[in-house]
């Protein structure tokens, strides 16, 4: 299942578009927080299909019944470009457990590149409902690596993507690699170029949100 929260007309698609802006983008404080709206959007979205349970509350003036969730959800999110979103979706899921992965692209000197998987914080993940967020979905080597990497500590109940933009060709690998989990993002594009970089995209998502780093 993927879901575009940009399909019908909404904020999203503004925020998705001053994502892009060559000139918008350079602001870097909107930047990270138009990655939090657009996630935040998506975890409300997420939890209308979430099991939920009825619980009885007192008012001063009587009783009402409300709704809490059956379980909290496990965020996870991929260093360092993820924590924008991450921290949109715990901004809703305020209660919920946490699991930091460090995913990079480790490049060749003839321009290609290997998903290095070092750092790993992570909650038991035996039949918890985890969400894991990254802006770029672009080849979704490193998304469907850390799903193999998360598997390992549990059988999680569902997994769900949230990404800021997501790339067909990605969407397709992540469909065949992990067919059951549910994709959630704020635009789709269809041209990946020979370096893993969506078209039209947005550039590179952690450095705009963080800065330029040395290339390991
Ligand atoms: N990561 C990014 O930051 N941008 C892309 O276009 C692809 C991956």
């Excluded at 602001?27 to 959007?41: G, P, S």
């Excluded at 894991?132 to 569902?158: C, N, Y």
């Excluded at 992990?178 to 959630?184: G, Y």
Aim: aromatic share 6%; with cysteine.
């Amino acid at each position: 299942m993927i879901v575009n929260l940009s399909e019908q007309h909404s904020l999203v698609g503004t925020w998705v578009g001053e994502l892009r802006d060559v000139d918008i983008q350079k602001d870097r404080m909107r930047f990270r927080r138009n990655l939090e709206r657009i996630a935040e959007v998506a975890a409300y979205e997420i939890s209308k299909k979430l099991p939920w349970q009825v619980r009885e509350v007192q008012t001063p003036l009587g009783t009402a019944t409300s709704n809490v969730l059956q379980q909290q959800p496990v965020l996870a999110t991929i260093l360092r470009a993820g924590l924008p979103m991450h921290q949109g979706l715990l901004n809703y899921f305020d209660q919920a457990d946490n699991a930091f992965i460090s995913a990079y692209r480790k490049h060749n000197k003839d321009g290609s590149f290997e998903i290095s998987l070092e750092y790993v914080s992570c909650p038991d993940l035996d039949d918890r409902i985890i969400i894991i967020s990254d802006p770029m979905l672009a080849t979704g080597s490193s998304l469907v690596k850390t799903i193999h990497f998360l598997k390992q500590e549990g059988q999680a109940r569902e997994i769900h993507i949230v990404a800021a933009i997501a790339c067909t060709v990605g969407i397709e690998y992540v469909k065949r690699e992990e067919p059951s989990v549910k994709i959630w993002c704020g635009d789709i594009d269809d041209e990946l170029t020979a370096k893993g970089y969506i078209v039209p995209g947005l550039g590179d998502a952690g450095d705009l949100a963080y800065g330029t780093k040395l290339q390991m």
